[in-house]
């Protein structure tokens, strides 16, 4: 999963010139697709989440504090342009418009600190998705139909546990991965206990599926890394290598094949350091631990990045100086969820030689596509110029679909797999006046000739049938005895193309 970071550095000192005076980014600021208000004097900025209803100090993942100096963030963002109308500032592959108004934002004068009443949080909520999330339409979703329909049953009296089954029944209708409500375990329990259970409802939402988990407390995490590490198990004889536990793991097939199983494109700072022998569950709770502690000790998130950065950089040099001899390599992202897109076209980059235009990103802004900006393959030393197949599942989204997508590309490059899982967007996070934290997708990836993979996951050149359901996907793969019929199907074409 991706976290979209809003962006409010207004000058880097790396790669930009200054603003002239006349282009002062002092002023008042509205960015297009991502519901922000920034308002900036001097050396001071301050950030607002607003709607056409509401203002509340910003919720970005990106900030400690609404408020703040520009100097705490100074090494995240380059300025791409700047004039008396509008600016545009880069992160990562992302630009972000903002757009000057000649005067403050009235309904910020008072922007709302918190409240717990009912409507209020229900109206924000509601007109956040109105005016940002870009997929309504391919996921069916009629904001207005939904909002006649709850509006009447939320009164004063309704209570927090009432108002998040009401808002987490019309986010589970969506199906959308890259969609999050995040409350109190008290309030989530509370509703649990309550809930009239699907199959007793007259009629139940469709995502709610009965028997999809068909044992008890089974989480994401468990089938996952079973799965993946059933994988190493069907080649005895391959001694495969791994970094930071089971982040990325490879090995040569035979001879002329190598493999590398990608299981995340967040994780790779060698900065982080923990022990290997604690189990999979255990490694990467230690290890987002120590990522927040160093950051609310004072690092920046812009330090954090570039650990990533490097720390992925230095690995896959180390892995394709390995295989340098090969004449074919396979690329595992089936059981990869994402990450950061940064962190994969990086990745990606060592298969190309110059940068080259992956696809654009467009944002969704009060009910039509704004904003547009081309996303490139950076330019990078290359490092591998054989034969590369990419292993696909429903379970590779987000950062990994951005991979796959830009890998079209290139044509050395060929799909394995089923359809991804069709995530593309950055999550765009957001919090309620009760404090609850939400995240949505307002960002449209397309492909030079239109084609926008939302939902139906980009489709492989040779498929294999994978079911779609997380548990029952991960479980096929575990109960695999002889071979895997994907890297089969992988070494029989890139044996084809050898010869």
């Known amino acids: 999963m991706k976290y979209v970071l809003i962006p409010m550095i207004l000058f880097s000192i790396l790669n930009c010139s200054t603003p002239k005076k006349n282009d002062s980014i002092n002023g008042y600021w509205m960015q297009e697709g991502y519901g922000v208000y920034l308002e900036i004097s001097d050396s001071i900025y301050k950030m607002y989440d607003v709607t056409e209803m509401s203002c509340q100090p910003s919720a970005s993942g990106s900030i400690n504090n609404w408020s703040d100096s520009l100097s705490t963030l100074l090494d995240l963002y380059n300025i791409s342009s700047v004039n008396s109308q509008s600016m545009v500032l880069e992160y990562g592959i992302t630009s972000y418009k903002f757009n000057k108004l000649s005067a403050p934002l009235k309904r910020c004068d008072s922007p709302i600190i918190e409240s717990t009443d009912p409507k209020l949080n229900f109206d924000v909520f509601w007109h956040t998705f109105k005016e940002n999330y870009a997929y309504s339409k391919i996921r069916k979703v009629d904001w207005d139909m939904l909002y006649e329909e709850n509006i009447p049953l939320i009164t004063k009296e309704t209570s927090q546990v009432e108002l998040f089954g009401y808002i987490a029944e019309i986010l589970d209708a969506i199906k959308d991965e890259h969609i999050s409500l995040r409350v109190p375990d008290s309030i989530s329990n ?53 970094y930071h536990k089971d982040l990325i793991r490879w090995g040569k097939l035979n001879n002329s094949i190598g493999y590398i199983q990608i299981n995340g494109f967040n994780g790779f700072s060698k900065e982080v350091v923990i022990n290997d022998t604690l189990d999979h569950d255990d ?22 990045l570039r650990d990533e950065v490097s720390g992925m950089k230095r690995i896959k040099e180390s892995i394709l100086s390995e295989f340098s001899k090969s004449s074919g390599l396979i690329i595992d992202l089936r059981f990869n969820p994402g990450g950061t897109d940064k ?69 050395n490059f060929t799909l394995v797999g089923s359809n991804t899982m069709g995530i593309f967007s950055d999550v765009l996070q957001k919090r309620l006046p009760n404090g609850w934290n939400y995240g949505l997708s307002n960002e449209i990836y397309q492909t030079d000739s239109g084609e926008n993979y939302e939902y139906t996951g980009i489709p492989p050149h040779h498929k294999i049938e994978y079911s779609r359901n997380w548990y029952h996907f991960h479980k096929s793969i575990i109960e695999l005895t002889d071979s895997d019929p994907a890297i089969d199907l992988s070494l029989a074409i890139l044996g084809k193309r050898l010869n």
């Open 190 to 242: 509370a509703y649990l206990a309550i809930r009239v259970p699907p199959e007793q409802q007259e009629n139940p939402s469709e995502n709610l599926h009965k028997g999809n988990i068909p044992e008890k407390n089974v989480t994401y995490k468990d089938p996952r890394s079973k799965a993946m590490k059933r994988v190493m198990e069907l080649f005895p004889e391959t001694k495969f290598k791994s």
């Open 283 to 304: 490694y990467w709770e230690k290890h987002w631990q120590l990522v927040f502690k160093a950051v609310e000790d004072g690092k920046t998130l812009g330090q954090y």
């Open 343 to 411: 962190v994969a076209l990086d990745f990606l980059s060592s298969f190309t030689k110059g940068e080259k235009k992956a696809f654009t990103k467009r944002v969704w802004n009060k009910g039509e596509s704004s904003f547009e900006s081309s996303v490139f393959i950076p330019e990078s030393p290359r490092e591998y110029d054989g034969q590369v197949v990419v292993l696909t599942s429903p379970q590779t989204g987000s950062s990994a679909e951005t991979f796959v997508l830009a890998s079209q590309q290139l044509p």
